[in-house]
């Protein structure tokens, strides 16, 4: 993959190209079709090629030109620092230093050009080094913005010029008259002109994926493009260097193919767009059938891939056993801050290239003169079995990348031991000492940042989702490739198959493909298979829980005794916290319950945890008491609603807001009816009567059973309540109940199920609330809570925040599935007091998935909620 890509994969686009990019047809179906046609084409195009003839094209390529290839590579990068440096001038001003957006622009391409499209992209690594440095999602999409902005100004400036000048070799690629190339360059030249002019006059700016992004000024544009022009130059150089001397004649014809190699190699989700680029050159240039092209595609992998890669983790290897020497490194060091999001990214990277070296390795034919100092050494099968276990070892450590991503001590040592397989199967084989000396070589890096991987996930390593799948079966099918293409001159037969000799290369080529397909064939049935867990699992209730719920002013925390959530306590137990892990996230019904010191300290203790499972952290309908906390833990603070609690002090019925409530307290007592409370002691007794009312109002409903921020019907939740009940006074036939919250010293009055049957009396409902309220305040509860209402309160202006914007969008129009403001009018009756509702959550993109989960754990989905 070149340095094209890295702006191009900013993920701020028109929002019809994101949906379309975003659907799983295009992301998994279009990637393999391109990846299935792209190798078919270059099989055909290779066909009369040998390995030999490469290896001896490679040999004899001039250190001239591969000192060229080097320089201009260098010059590539540094344009890719300097676009970063440039956006965060106009995007992040005084916010990062110059070194460091430079250092993010060169070293984060460096790492994931290798990674490719799929895997990892410039937009991931360059997020997570501004992210760490305190720059908020806004600003960074707005400096890969700018990135992309220039690469494309720079592609359009490059193009309007060879439009213009109409050089020989254009109309090969673009079959125009000459007129009409002259006539697209002009308006390509002036289009550029008028939008520089235009940038000059004023500062500019546009919304793009829901953020305002500012555009550079006339000055900053021009500089951006100049610097991209330099970049597509310099990538396309390092390639053009490295072409036999034939097929370098013009260099115009050459840039318009590598361009179009390049975008074919993003399409494809190919790590590196490996194959799919090699396929489009040599289709391109016309040439087919050239050893010489295969190794000047060779050379050019090593020279813009490897070798950079190889710099920057070194680099990153150093400085990280540097700064973590020092004692204040973790805190203050802003090296070590800029390095650690780098980290776990290197190390995929790592795993990815030396699994890739042991398969390549092992489809290819050994070292005839290394196989002869074998036969004297080790048995021949030794050496077969060696051969296997380098290329299992090899497909294991590409897989086990994923989880060195995501931080998991488990991968890290299992990479490890894989790398030292590989080192061992490296020298039993065939005396690979160059092999060898790499798998130390990433030994050593990949040890140097042990301190990095120190989560723990219950989930395998080997188990990999849709993306990472399409990737390695796209890398796999390249490497798959090479050994195909390597024995191309031997004739096949049975005979292979079963064919045990030192110099069966093809042989063993042959069984190793079959075991690695076999391997990745289960890996894939299982990841595909695999679901988690149901995440509402049933939980024990401690004593400690029970009492400091008894404790508690607050109602809310009685929810916690539907028993389907994970308790986190205090060594002390004087605080405890509630919360669910949904697979992804840990996500908590409220805040903390009991003493606030403890509750704080219990806060950070589960975003440690969930850190340590690299999973999410996210506290759903918190009030503000904890609110510096969670800002303290850089979660972002969203609001989510409003909270209404009546002051029930001197509390009546009186007014005409109430009018309904008086009426129906009336109606009911006249037609028989009485208020009473049963104990929670006497609960069991009547709960056969209440599951009847129940199943009959759900079945009117037509709904499902909520759950985590709302009870549930169940024997032994319920059995922890008093129960409020409207009863008819001769037949003891209840119609309507509702278990209570009461919370200590009388604070507050609530209730959580409220539910009537539907062949009783239509006013049972509201006069079972009147009689409740008014019981409230005559048994001096200061107040009773009515709950939320869903994004009310939430300001919807055109300059308030983007999550602002879209709550305030629901709250008008979403009467269709949730009444939302009918249920604040009916709460704002009993004019109550409004208290903001939040959620805390990490930022950006991960809000919107923790609230998808919070859907979940409440009603399993989008269907039970409009259920």
Request: proline content about 4%; glycine content about 10%; charged content about 15%.
């Amino acid at each position: 993959m070149t340095a094209v890509e890295n702006p191009a994969e900013a993920p701020v686009a028109p929002g019809r190209i994101s949906r379309l990019l975003a659907n799983p047809a295009v992301r998994i179906i279009v990637p393999l079709v391109i990846v299935a046609i792209t190798f078919y084409v270059l099989h055909e195009l290779s066909a009369k090629v040998s390995w030999s003839a490469v290896k001896a094209d490679v040999a004899a390529s001039s250190w001239t030109s591969i000192a060229l290839a080097i320089a201009a590579m260098a010059i590539s990068f540094l344009a890719l620092s300097l676009y970063d440096v440039l956006a965060v001038r106009s995007i992040a001003t005084g916010q990062v230093p110059d070194r460091i957006a430079a250092f993010a622009g060169g070293s984060g391409t460096a790492i994931s050009n290798l990674l490719g499209f799929s895997y990892l992209t410039g937009t991931a690594v360059r997020y997570r080094i501004y992210a760490s440095l305190g720059v908020d999602l806004a600003r960074v999409a707005g400096i890969i913005a700018i990135s992309w902005i220039a690469f494309w100004l720079g592609l359009i400036l490059i193009l309007g010029l060879l439009f213009l000048a109409h050089p020989v070799g254009l109309s090969q690629v673009l079959p125009l008259d000459g007129t009409l190339e002259i006539a697209i360059g002009a308006a390509l030249l002036v289009g550029l002109a008028l939008l520089v002019l235009w940038l000059s006059r004023a500062p500019r700016s546009f919304w793009a994926e829901g953020f305002r992004v500012p555009l550079p000024g006339g000055r900053l544009a021009l500089s951006l493009m100049g610097v991209a022009v330099i970049d597509l130059m310099g990538a396309a150089m390092t390639l053009y260097f490295l072409l036999p001397a034939d097929l370098a004649d013009n260099f115009v014809y050459f840039f318009v193919i590598y361009m179009g190699a390049t975008a074919l190699g993003i399409l494809s989700h190919s790590p590196g767009g490996l194959g799919v680029f090699e396929a489009t050159l040599i289709a391109g240039l016309g040439a087919a059938g050239r050893p010489d092209m295969l190794a000047a595609l060779l050379l050019y992998r090593v020279i813009y891939s490897v070798l950079p890669f190889a710099v920057a983790v070194v680099a990153l290897a150093v400085t990280w056993a540097v700064t973590r020497r020092g004692a204040i490194a973790t805190t203050s060091n802003w090296a070590y801050r800029l390095i650690r999001p780098l980290v776990p990214i290197a190390a995929a990277g790592i795993a990815l290239l030396a699994g890739s070296i042991l398969l390549i390795s092992g489809n290819l034919p050994g070292e005839t003169a290394r196989f002869g100092v074998l036969r004297d050494i080790i048995p021949l099968q030794f050496v077969e079995a060696s051969h296997l276990a380098g290329s299992v070892a090899g497909l294991l450590l590409i897989v086990v990348a994923r989880g060195l991503y995501r931080k998991l001590h488990r991968a890290w040592l299992i990479a490890m031991g894989l790398m030292i397989v590989g080192f061992v199967a490296s020298i039993a084989k065939g005396l690979d000492w160059e092999e060898a000396l790499g798998m130390l070589i990433s030994l050593g890096v990949l040890g140097a940042f042990r301190s990095a991987f120190y989560r723990v996930e219950a989930v395998s390593v080997f188990r990999l989702n849709a993306t990472w799948l399409v990737s390695i079966l796209a890398l796999l099918a390249a490497i798959f490739w090479i050994g195909f293409f390597a024995y191309s001159h031997v004739e096949y037969r049975d005979a292979l198959w079963w064919q045990f000799a030192f110099d069966g290369d093809a042989s063993r080529f042959l069984r190793a493909s079959v075991v690695v397909a076999l391997i990745l064939f289960g890996i894939t049935l299982n990841s595909l298979l695999y679901r988690r867990s149901g995440i509402k699992d049933s939980h024990e209730i401690p004593d400690v829980v029970r009492q400091l719920i008894a404790q508690s002013e607050d109602t809310e925390a009685q929810l916690d005794l539907l028993g389907d959530k994970a308790f986190l306590i205090s060594e002390d137990n004087r605080a405890f916290i509630a919360y669910c892990d949904t697979g992804g996230s840990l996500i908590t019904k409220g805040e903390p319950v009991g003493e606030e010191a403890a509750g704080r300290k219990l806060i950070w203790q589960l975003r440690e945890m969930a850190d340590k499972a690299g999973k999410r952290c996210a506290f759903y309908a918190v009030s503000p008491k904890y609110l510096a906390t969670y800002l303290d833990l850089g979660l972002s603070i969203l609001k989510i609603g409003e909270v209404a609690r009546v002051n029930l002090q001197g509390f009546t019925l009186d007014g005409s807001s109430k009018k309904k409530f008086r009426g129906a307290r009336s109606r009911a007592g006249r037609d028989g009816y009485e208020f009473a409370i049963i104990p929670k002691a006497e609960v069991p007794t009547v709960l056969d009567q209440l599951r009847g009312i129940s199943d009959r109002w759900m079945q009117e409903k037509q709904g499902e059973e909520k759950g985590f921020s709302l009870g549930y019907f169940d024997d032994t939740y319920l059995s922890n309540f008093d129960h409020a009940v409207l009863r008819h006074v001769e037949t003891g036939r209840i119609v309507a109940f509702a278990n209570l919250f009461q919370g200590a010293n009388k604070h507050e009055l609530s209730l959580d199920l409220m539910r009537y049957d539907p062949e009783g009396p239509k006013i049972a409902m509201d006069a079972l609330f009147a009689e409740l309220m008014l019981w409230g305040a005559a048994e001096g509860f200061h107040w009773f809570s009515l709950g939320a209402a869903p994004f009310s309160g939430i300001e919807n202006h055109q300059l308030s925040s983007l999550w602002n914007r879209i709550g305030g969008f629901i709250y008008e129009h979403g009467e269709q599935v949730y009444h939302f403001e009918g249920l604040r009018s009916f709460k704002e009756k009993f004019d109550p007091v409004w208290t903001p509702n939040y959620l805390a959550s990490p930022g950006g993109l991960a809000a919107p998935r923790v609230l998808y989960e919070v859907n979940v754990l409440i009603s399993g989905g989008i269907k039970g909620l409009v259920g």
